[in-house]
């Protein structure tokens, strides 16, 4: 049956119509079977009953002579069957002349084959007939009896019920698919609120649950089951929250201390080489630690964040030009080369937070610059395209193996194996991915190995009035601000 992406509505609607067409089949072939045969029986008893009234006139003539036997026969003849009935004996020799033309140019069966009363079916003339021979006996001569009844009734009879059959089945497979479908649907509607209310659970909403309704059936179960589920979720995942937290904050402290006193150790001019060095390691990793650190309270942060925040009019032209900014000297550093697109025929507004879409930039140029080697180009480009602002950077670095493009957004993901060889912690796209979604705005990356890659950010252009700046205060109470 029906495979691939169909709903489960479909599905069942399509089982149902394929069984009861299949049923229908079945019901329509023994029907005509079975009329077919009827329509036989009502042939042969018609015939048996005509063979009777025959023998019984020929009985009757026993004492006439010839030709009063012959006139009663040729009465009889016409008078019950048009005519189509025959008299021979065992010899094959008429006993009476054809009653009819039709009765002579009859091709009846072989006398000599037959040994009892038999109905079979002949075509004669190109028309078929059911014929009924049974063995008799007058004044002592034994005599075989025809009697013949043409078959196009009962044709014209079952061709008819074939036909309605046919007719009717398109009407009822409608008919049945739509009380099918509606029936599915009805059925499976629960089934699309359990889909619509889980759909709109994530991790920052665990604590919503969804509805139950007294039906004592399975779908209760489910919509219980999956609540017990989501409690656990919680649960677990304010333990791992919490834990994050607070672990990220404590060390915070012990790894300031141990950068400072690093730093401070470096400054004593007396300090061998081999001290000095490792003291630059010391700062070095616990700048990195640091970093790490900074990154998980940023989503730890975002994981209890509302989405739903006021914010300002924002000019995507000045996110660019500010980053890009922040970005030419680490460009220059590696000898790479940064371009910058920004020609546009209307301003790209933008409701949303200037600094988280400094960040959001700086974190995709940095991971380009990281991953394109020398000599090598970062693009960024800024367009508008109907009511979206495109923000784009793409360079022709070492690109993204097509199996890490869907988890490229995860916590903490490394793409192996050229990927992994570069420095970070494996926060900053998943970090990206929630300020854009803090935008309403959708991050998307197209890439191929060995073939650069393009980061991709559409927002919604905002065409409503600038009439000052909107709060901005709950938006930057959740937002860890970008460095330069």
Sequence with gaps: M???????????????????????????????????????????????????????VLAKSAGEDEDDRTREFTEFARATGNGLAEVYRVNGQRA????????????????????????????????????????????????????????????VILDSFLKGLLA????????????????????????????????SISIRNLSERIPVTNSRDELQRLAETCNAMLGRLESAVLQIKQFTADASHELRGPLSFTRTVSEVALRNPKLD??????????????????????????????????LDAPLEQVDLADVVEEACGMARPLASERSLTLLINTSLASPAIV??????????????????????NTPGSVEVSLRVTGAKA???VSDNGIGIAEADLPRIFDRFYRADPSRSQVEGSGLGLAIAKWIAELHHAELTVASAEHMG????????????????????????????????
């Excluded at 299949?22 to 023994?30: E, I």
């Excluded at 009827?38 to 009953?49: A, I």
């Excluded at 890659?453 to 601000?481: H, I, K, M, Y």
């Design 168 to 199: 009717a089945a398109p009407i009822l497979l409608l008919v049945s698919s739509a009380g099918g479908y509606l029936l599915s649907r009805k059925a499976l509607t629960p089934v699309d609120k359990i889909t619509a209310a889980t759909r």
């Design 2 to 56: 029906l495979k691939g992406p169909f709903s489960i509505s479909l599905r069942l609607t399509a089982w149902f119509c394929g069984i009861f067409f299949l049923g229908w089949v079945l019901f329509g072939t023994a029907m005509w079977f079975t009329l077919k045969r009827t329509l036989k029986d009502e042939r042969y008893q018609t015939l048996s009953r005509r063979m009777d009234r025959l023998q019984q």
């Design 453 to 484: 890659a393009t980061f991709r950010v559409a927002f919604q252009l905002d065409d409503s009035p600038s009439d000052g700046q909107r709060d901005r205060a709950s938006v930057r109470d959740g937002l860890v601000r970008a460095k330069p």
């Design 351 to 372: 409701l949303g937070d200037f600094s988280s879409l400094r960040r959001l930039l700086w974190i995709l140029l940095d991971n380009a610059l990281k991953y394109t």
């Design 96 to 155: 009476f002349p054809s009653p009819s033309a039709a009765a002579a140019a009859f091709k009846w069966p072989d006398v000599q084959r037959i040994g009892s009363e038999r109905f079979q079916h002949v075509t004669s003339g190109g028309q078929p007939y059911w014929v009924l021979l049974r063995p008799d006996s007058l004044n002592g001569e034994s005599l075989v009896l025809f009697a013949a009844a043409p078959e196009s009734g009962n044709l």
């Design 390 to 392: 495109v923000l784009s």
């Design 273 to 306: 080489a081999q001290s000095r060095a490792a003291f630059e390691d010391i700062v070095v990793e616990s700048a990195k630690a640091s970093e790490l650190l900074e990154g998980m309270l940023t989503l730890a942060r975002a994981d209890s964040y509302s």
